[in-house]
């Protein structure tokens, strides 16, 4: 793929201002024709970013020409504006913040793309760093708002009403108009709604996490239709190679024409030895607590003397699934350690399987913890590879690790995928780290925390290509959803009888060597 950088030949003249604030403008006229570039020009995506963006780390909006022509944006007007919080000075007004604008110039190559770029808003929590100066337009005074903002395309110069698409509450569009997108947070939060009051027909939702990107060429002039939220963000986002599709361009780049809508590829697979998925039983939909691994290669892995599974309870508000000792946020609780045993043959699976009489455990309130009569995941007696019965992973924060070393882990080490800064653990292989809500820390992961974990529901990879990014690669499963109980409902009922379960709940079931060589995301069987 091209290398992104910015044309020097199309560098356009640019003005910036502030049009509520005495920019030099005509008055606003009502429509007389519409533009010749509308339908030709859309707006293909757009993002505010701000100093703690976890999606991407400069404002932009793509543009994109549909038709088969160049387009040359001579006379074109790009005016944009920030919506309002309930709680800010001015909402009572019943405005938007001031329009500003841009003046364009350039060419837009035929079913290619234009990128106008902000400055970097030194967020470091961002997953796509967007290169510098790799708009068509780099302005440093372009931004979005990452609650609400509204951006209109007008073949005039001339001063916006707070709608363009609709300036008169009859469907008029103003004079010139090509097209706009109006997005807007959380409009319905109840006690400090984010608003914007320019978009058509309906505001599409954006966040400092998601972009709001077009889900076809067809324009149906209806902004919460025509626009899907795009989640740049690490923490449950899309996929690298939906990142890889999906991420803005300019027109150097998709000089020869691209198409914005292409398929992904699908991941390449990681070949190693890697955490599957967990489970941790207490009172919930598990019975027993569980890690499974999977030899993704194509030769046999011996375990024994070689590999360690070591895990950890993070601090917990929520009382019976910390770790007494993880006394704080700044402390999890001391590693455990497994030995593993045994040979995982190539494409297959291994259950490590915890102990089952849950109620011989003692909470901190010096209770003992009942069982669910009956769990959607339940396991038979000794379905692990290794049957351990002393063997719990908390349900409320846990990190788990596998290691090619049998060496009990020093408990100053919080997270042997980083090494705290440090270099990473010598024999490191793989890691999950989670927690189940924002009153539970864990200390240790890859990159970014895992999904919402709990006692009812486990956390497993979404493919085989390892990105060692925790929230890319693992996705929550919840097994109670996923099964039939005699009162016909699907549900985490604790007296129901289960009578029956679904495909999903089949193919995501923890599987132990006698299961035989597999694909665990397809299901499909290796021969």
Not at 62 to 75: F, H, K, T
Not at 249 to 261: K, L, Q
Request: hydrophobic share 35%.
């Amino acid at each position: 793929m091209k290398k992104m950088k910015t044309i020097l030949a199309v560098i356009p003249f640019i003005i910036a201002c502030t049009l509520l604030s005495g920019c030099d403008v005509p008055d606003n006229p009502v429509m007389q024709e519409p533009s010749l570039l509308e339908g030709k020009i859309l707006i293909l995506q757009a993002y505010g970013s701000s100093d703690d963006a976890q999606g991407a780390t400069h404002s932009f909006l793509e543009l994109y020409n549909v038709s088969d022509e160049p387009v040359d944006l001579e006379g074109v007007y790009l005016y944009y504006a920030d919506g309002m919080r309930q709680n800010e000075e001015g909402f009572d007004n019943n405005t938007d913040k001031p329009w500003r604008q841009l003046i364009l110039s350039g060419i837009i190559p035929p079913e290619a793309s234009f990128l106008i770029l902000g400055d970097h808003e030194g967020s470091n929590r961002a997953r796509y760093v967007i290169p510098e100066n790799s708009g068509d337009i780099n302005n440093p005074f372009f931004s979005l708002s990452n609650r609400s903002f509204k951006a209109v395309l007008i073949e005039a110069n001339l001063n916006p009403p707070q709608n363009p698409f609709n300036i008169d509450g009859k469907g008029t569009k103003i004079r010139g108009y090509i097209d706009m997108i109006g997005a807007s947070n959380d409009p319905n939060h109840a006690t400090n709604p984010d608003r914007i009051l320019g978009f058509e027909t309906a505001p599409a939702r954006n966040s400092a996490s998601e972009a709001v990107r077009r889900n076809s060429l067809t324009d149906t002039n209806n902004n919460q239709a025509d626009f899907d939220s795009i989640r740049y963000a690490a923490n449950n986002g899309i996929s690298d190679e939906e990142l890889e599709v999906r991420r803005p361009r300019n027109s150097t780049e998709t000089a020869d024409g691209w198409d914005p809508f292409a398929e992904p590829s699908e991941p390449q697979s990681t070949n190693s030895l890697m955490i599957l998925q967990i489970g941790a039983a207490t009172d919930g939909n598990i019975s027993k607590s569980f890690v499974e691994l999977y030899n993704n290669t194509s030769e046999p892995i011996t375990l024994t003397g070689n590999y360690s599974l070591q895990y950890a309870a993070g601090f917990s508000t929520g009382g019976t699934g910390g770790d007494p000792e993880a006394v704080s946020g700044e402390k999890d609780g001391p590693w455990k350690k497994i030995d593993l045993t045994g040979i995982i043959p190539p494409y297959h699976s291994f259950l490590v399987l915890g102990g089952a009489d849950l109620q011989d455990r003692i909470t901190p309130a010096n209770t003992p913890i009942p069982v669910m009569a009956n769990p959607a995941l339940s396991f038979s007696e000794d379905e692990g590879d290794m049957n351990i019965p002393d063997f719990y992973l908390s349900n409320r924060a846990v990190k788990v690790v596998l290691i090619n070393s049998q060496t009990l882990l020093d408990n100053n080490l919080k997270n042997p995928f980083t090494g705290d800064g440090q270099d990473q653990l010598t024999g490191y292989i793989d890691m999950i780290g989670v927690r189940n809500g924002n009153n539970d820390t864990i200390l240790g992961f890859e990159a970014v925390l895992g999904p919402s974990f709990s006692k009812q529901v486990g956390v497993r990879r979404n493919n085989l290509k390892d990105t060692n990014n925790n929230s890319i690669d693992f996705v929550t499963f919840a097994f109670w959803n996923f099964v039939t109980r005699s009162s016909g409902a699907v549900n985490n009922s604790n007296d129901n009888v289960i009578t029956g379960y679904s495909p999903e709940f089949e193919l995501n079931r923890p599987k132990n060597i006698a299961h035989g060589a597999w694909n665990p995301i397809t299901g499909d069987i290796i021969e």
